[in-house]
């Protein structure tokens, strides 16, 4: 069968967040910006009140919430349609006042039903980017832009997904750039910002602004919303939009709402001046990019953006990732009450720890190889030197004692004592040729040591780098988070029982020059 939607419908994509599921999943919501918390028994009371009534026979009426709603928002209700959301009222905009090529300018990134309804009607789509470090309103990009071909523009105010807000001065000057372009500027998030533009609806007649219930009056699921505008410019969006698109209930908590607007003021109060600073404090604390909001969410940009999501999401907090231009690799976090958001920084605080790595400070001589006694030593020898290739033995159990370790996430460090390094006696040379044949063999069987330590110094010298003291590691234990608990000392001298005990580390003992046995 022939594909029978219009050309430009065929080639756009479905508007499909991530919504199944979430409904019943016990989860903490912090993904689409709603509220997380119900708005109060008032609202089942009354939709109980309503169902009591059993009249869904009728249909709606509109007349009484919108004067309810025009006394919240202080302008008459000749200036107000009530809407399915505010979805509905962006979308009736998009048809009412614009066509196939017109063009229309929305500043990005931004909500993508602005987006979508441009696509449904063919627009052309100018995109001015929000600027800098704090993504800020592009305001002079958007006067740039503004021509006589510009028939519609869009403001989202705070803005989806940044939370950037717009002055109302810089509102205004693209109002009177553009006065034969409809402005509509979108207040989903105007009862946490504090700012609308509302009063200009007075001064200019180009002027359409949609707010919704679906935010911080928590009635998501109802689906109103409404918008405000010159009256003439309403009327004409009445041609386009159905007579009875909203339904009963809806109107019946919008009503209930308004009448116990304490329960807007608090939670709005709480997740502004309460949560909003709580969350911004932690990300300054552990040097978190977020870009600074004037809405109930927070975009910040992680070390690792799907790591955090996926840790987020099995640890219960559904988060939003976004992709793309200059919000690639960001998440955006709703915030919610003070002790959700408490929750969410407590869980975030386990994958922002740096990663503990677990230590096996290891013993050379004695330990991993064959260490001469006195008794075995030549004349003119120093005792318990190896310093050539006839005395390297490695001792049995040693490689199958490293791989086990590896295995396990240990990471190796060799730390060994080794008297007159360097001195005629005892010349590096010799030395190196036995080490390196030494870690060769255990490179061979897959074991490397991440650092090696040497002591060259005799013990009347009174170093502090000599086993049992712990100078020669302090460099490496000040720039490397050791997971203390896991980490131990492996050896066979008191000197190696006695480094793991002023480094606070658990000791194995292996018995000298016999089979290297762990019990790890």
């Keep these: 069968m022939p594909n029978l939607a219009n050309k430009n419908i065929q080639k756009m994509k479905p508007y499909k967040p991530p919504l199944e599921g979430r409904r019943g999943s016990g989860c903490l919501l912090l993904d689409f910006n709603e509220r997380t918390t119900p708005y109060g028994g008032v609202i089942k009371e009354a939709l109980g009140k309503m169902l009591t009534e059993d009249k869904m026979q009728i249909y709606p009426e509109y007349s009484n919430i919108a004067k309810e709603i025009a006394n919240y928002t202080k302008i008459k209700p000749q200036n107000i349609i009530i809407t399915n959301g ?28 602005f987006y979508q309804c441009a696509e449904i009607v063919g627009n052309k789509i100018i995109s001015p980017l929000y600027q800098g470090k704090d993504l800020s309103f592009p305001t002079q990009e958007i006067l740039d832009k503004i021509n006589p071909k510009t028939k519609l523009i869009i403001i989202c105010n705070p803005n989806n ?11 205004e000057a693209v109002i009177k750039k553009a006065p034969k372009a409809v402005i509509l500027i979108d207040e989903a998030y105007a009862e946490f910002s504090g700012v609308t533009a509302i009063p200009l609806i007075k001064k200019y007649k ?13 009635l998501a699921a109802l689906r109103i919303g409404y918008a405000v505008g010159n009256q003439k410019l309403l009327a004409e969006i009445m041609k386009v939009r ?41 990300f300054k604390k552990e040097k978190i990019k977020f870009y600074p909001s004037q809405a109930n969410f927070i975009l910040f940009k992680p070390k690792n953006s799907n790591q955090a999501f996926n840790y987020f999401k099995n640890n219960n907090f559904f988060t939003r990732p976004r992709k793309g231009g200059i919000i690639n690799n960001t998440i955006r976090v709703t ?37 001469p006694t006195p008794t075995e030593t030549k004349p003119g020898d120093t005792p318990y030197q190896i310093d050539s290739f006839e005395k390297l033995k490695i001792l049995p159990g040693v490689i199958e004692g490293l791989q086990k370790l590896i295995n396990k996430n240990y990471r190796l460090v060799l730390i060994s004592n080794q008297d007159g390094l360097g001195t005629n006696k005892f010349p590096e040379s010799k030395f190196d040729e036995v080490q390196n044949e030494m870690l060769r063999i255990f490179k061979d069987n897959g074991i490397e040591f991440e650092k090696i330590f040497i002591c060259p110094h005799l013990p009347k010298n009174n170093c502090n780098c000599r086993k049992p003291k712990t100078g020669l590691l302090d460099n490496f234990i000040r720039d490397n988070n050791i997971n203390w608990k896991k980490s131990v000392v492996i050896g066979n001298s008191n000197d190696d029982k006695d480094l793991a005990e002023n480094l606070k580390l658990n000791f194995i003992k292996i018995k000298t020059n016999q089979a290297f046995k762990l019990n790890i």
Excluded: H, W
């Design 86 to 113: 505010s979805d509905q009222a962006i979308d009736l905009v998009f048809r009412t006042f614009t066509k196939t090529n017109d063009e229309v300018i929305i500043p990005s990134p931004s909500f993508a039903m």
């Design 161 to 171: 997904p940044t939370g950037t807000l717009a002055p109302i001065k810089d509102i």
């Design 206 to 218: 180009n002027l359409i602004i949609t707010r919704t219930f679906s935010k911080a009056f928590g």
């Design 242 to 282: 159905g007579p009875y698109d909203t339904n009963m209930p809806a109107l019946c908590a919008v009503k209930a709402a308004l009448k116990n607007l304490n329960l807007l003021y608090d939670y709005v109060d709480e997740v502004m001046n309460i949560s909003k600073p709580m969350l911004e404090n932690y």
């Design 335 to 371: 915030l919610g009450t003070a002790q959700q958001t408490a929750e969410f920084i407590s869980a975030y605080r386990q994958i922002n720890q740096p990663k503990k790595d677990t230590y096996a400070f290891i013993d050379r001589d004695g330990t991993l190889i064959y260490e």
